[in-house]
């Protein structure tokens, strides 16, 4: 194998900005920085279980997606058995790209160079000239695409590239209990409504992961319009209001905003309301019944949502789940995957509304999303200014804060939910993979 040799500057850089976010600081220059991004690419997103897909997005034998674990391209497909098989995106010959569409369906991929043909699953079924050509060299059982190791929870589909990383489940340490939340609204559990929309913006994806990972801190003045139109009930006076909660060395993280006024699960019809209090459990009942907007991050780069808007301002609207992926390109530059999550087990009349509400807020030209990356376009952009090189930001506050005693849910719980508290734990988790130390 090759090693790719590191300059020795960003080391000692990289352990410095640990110590830093230690003390409530984090560099401008990581959200655009060629090193970084190839140290990203090198040592993090090999090492992390990454999100491939929900498992409704290929409910039928054949179903197939092609998503990327760092710059890895990998077909996820069902085969006709049933099960879920990831395979990396190229062909064993000559390394073509094997399945050129982002998803369909197909039980069997045919190289369009040399003609070498793979099952869904992987397996290497058909050789052009195997006879002439190959006289009984080649044993096709050997040169099947390279597979990925997979896990699942509740629906999500999560590849992983080193065998040495724990199970998802390890990996997740408790933040599971929140990601219900979004996935076991009912006993049917989740399902994608639709594609995601998907679209490229000049942005790093960490201010993303860092943003939905509970930044309640730029509602109120990114999306000023939102409450002053009334589409979105919250208020500025009391926006703050809420819970930081955190997997400790994890990195994953959830912002938990509280309005006083907004009803116990406001935003669901009664009977899914009634069936998602059957599925969940007594401390999760309690959370959800307190919780307005649920933010949270899974390390590295997949997010969650939920929140209300309404259609009609100044009324409660329609609670709705956004599960949202940010695929790095190149130093400042993603592509974003965006997914409306729905109750399986909902109204078909209840997952249109809330598919409405999403598509208005958060879908590619959505309301909220507009204002975000509005934003984070120039976040990105002053990150590659030469002055910033050694600017930092702060990050203090919470610094110290007790855990909440009452609050039901696992991790590292604080209040109030203007926070920063889940962002020192997202980029120390963050430093931890790119110094090379993280403890499996
Ligand atoms: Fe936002």
Avoid at 30 to 49: G, H, K, S, V
Avoid at 281 to 308: D, H, Y
Wanted: with cysteine.
């Amino acid at each position: 194998m090759t090693t790719w040799a590191v300059d020795s500057g960003i080391e000692s850089s990289l352990r410095e900005i640990r110590e830093g976010i230690k003390e409530g600081r984090f560099p401008a220059r990581a959200f655009n920085d060629q090193q970084i991004f190839d140290l990203e690419q090198q040592r993090l997103f090999p090492r992390t279980w990454c999100f491939l897909a929900h498992e409704s997005e290929i409910p039928s034998p054949g179903d197939y997606v092609t998503r990327y674990i760092g710059n890895n391209n990998i077909i996820v497909a069902r085969d006709e058995q049933g099960q879920i098989h990831a395979n990396l995106n190229m062909c064993r010959h000559r390394g073509n790209v094997m399945c050129k569409s982002e998803m369909g369906n197909a039980s069997h991929f045919r190289c369009s160079y040399h003609g070498w043909t793979y099952k869904n699953s992987g397996e290497l079924i058909g050789v052009p000239y195997m006879k002439e050509g190959y006289e009984g060299r080649l044993k096709r059982k050997d040169w099947g695409l390279v597979n990925v190791r997979i896990d699942t929870y509740a629906g999500l589909v999560f590849g992983c590239l080193d065998p040495r990383t724990p199970s998802l489940e390890e990996y997740l340490g408790g933040f599971q209990f929140y990601l219900d939340l979004y996935l076991k609204q009912g006993e049917a559990g989740s399902e994608v409504h639709g594609p995601p929309d998907h679209w490229v913006a000049d942005t790093d994806w960490k201010i993303c992961a860092e943003n939905f990972a509970g930044d309640g801190y730029h509602t109120p003045v990114a999306h000023q319009f939102g409450f002053n139109l009334g589409y979105f009930p919250s208020s500025g006076s009391t926006h703050s209001q809420g819970w930081a909660a955190s997997i400790p060395g994890r990195g994953h993280g959830i912002g938990l905003g509280h309005s006083p006024n907004f009803p116990p699960f406001g935003g669901f019809p009664e009977e899914l309301t009634a069936e998602m209090k059957r599925t969940l459990s007594p401390a999760q009942i309690e959370v959800f019944s307190k919780v307005r907007t649920a933010v949270g991050t899974v390390f590295p780069n997949l997010s969650f949502l939920m929140q209300p808007f309404s259609l009609v301002p100044g009324e409660t609207g329609v609670r709705f789940v956004t599960m949202r992926l940010y695929h790095p390109v190149g130093p400042g530059r993603m592509e974003m995957y965006s997914w409306c999550l729905v109750p399986r087990g909902a109204s078909q009349e209840y997952k249109d509304e809330a598919y409405k509400a999403y598509t208005l807020a958060f879908g590619q030209a959505g309301t909220f999303e507009q204002d975000d990356f509005e934003n984070w376009t120039k976040v990105t952009r002053s990150a590659k200014s030469t002055m910033v090189k050694n600017i930092d930001f702060p990050y203090i506050m919470g610094m110290g804060s007790e855990r909440d005693p009452d609050f039901p849910g696992p991790g590292h719980v604080v209040r109030p939910y203007v926070n920063d508290t889940n962002f020192r734990n997202l980029w120390g988790r963050w430093a931890d993979y790119l110094v090379g130390d993280v403890e499996p």
